[in-house]
């Protein structure tokens, strides 16, 4: 069984702000990264540490970390958002990694 | 160009071997803590291996003792050795670049585009 764990789906309006959590207790000691999945296609970083986003990864993606949760807001999301997202962290003994179940985005 | 390119995947049956390859471009995979990743059809992410840079190697408990993980410095290639090959391991395998550390964050930079191995009689 996943160390962090995600809600398995969410929609939001087009335009509209939605944020994904993932919780853990890694998350007390590691940052979470997030990655963005399309069908058929490698994943994509979009977020990781405090709030770092790689080049190319629109602003309207932003990540906040609080205790054993870190989130992942889109603020306007738009329909090319419609992906599945999936937090990672090194796990509690720091030698492995672990992924959320990972939610999957409608953008409606 | 950073990149990673998988290969050796393909049709095994149970019990079989197999070995994957990463080919890495752009950076030196001896200076990275290097990872396969892998997805099983219409599931989610699973981390399957890593090996630091200073060559430890971790697994994750449903591979254990079964798969191993290596590199060669003078081809710049990752590998993942498959062994007693179960229907369950069958998934598109990725191999995948940490970068980061502790105050910045740790994290999966760059994907290879998969291989997919399926175990299947």
């Known amino acids: 069984s996943s160390e962090v764990t995600q809600d398995p789906a969410v929609s939001v309006a087009l335009g509209q702000t939605v944020r994904m959590t993932c919780q853990g207790d890694s998350l007390r000691n590691y940052y979470a990264s997030w990655y963005q999945q399309k069908p058929g296609q490698a994943p994509v970083l979009v977020i990781y540490?405090?709030?770092n986003r790689p080049s190319g990864i629109p602003d309207r993606f932003s990540g906040s970390n609080s205790g054993n949760t870190a989130s992942l807001t889109i603020t306007g999301a738009q329909a090319e958002d419609e992906a599945d997202y999936y937090c990672?962290?090194?796990?509690?003994?720091?030698?492995?990694?672990?992924f959320g179940g990972g939610t999957k985005l409608t953008v409606l | 160009e950073v990149q990673l390119v998988e290969s050796g995947g393909g049709l095994i049956q149970p019990g079989g071997s197999r070995r994957l390859s990463c080919a890495a471009s752009?950076?030196?995979?001896?200076?990275?803590?290097m990872n396969w990743v892998r997805q099983a059809p219409g599931k989610g992410l699973e981390w399957v291996s890593v090996?630091?840079?200073?060559?430890?190697?971790y697994y994750a408990d449903s591979v254990k003792g079964r798969f191993t993980i290596s590199r060669d410095n003078s081809k710049n290639t990752l590998y993942l050795q498959m062994n007693s090959l179960r229907a369950e391991d069958t998934a598109v395998y990725y191999c995948?670049?940490?970068?980061?550390?502790?105050?910045?964050?740790?994290?999966?930079?760059?994907w290879g585009q998969g291989t997919l191995v399926l175990v299947s009689s």
């Open positions: 990672a962290s090194r796990d509690r003994s720091g030698d492995h990694w672990v």
């Open positions: 995948a670049r940490n970068n980061g550390d502790y105050d910045q964050g740790y994290h999966f930079d760059c």
């Open positions: 540490g405090k709030n």
């Open positions: 090996i630091y840079s200073d060559g430890r190697t």
């Open positions: 752009g950076f030196t995979v001896s200076s990275k803590y």
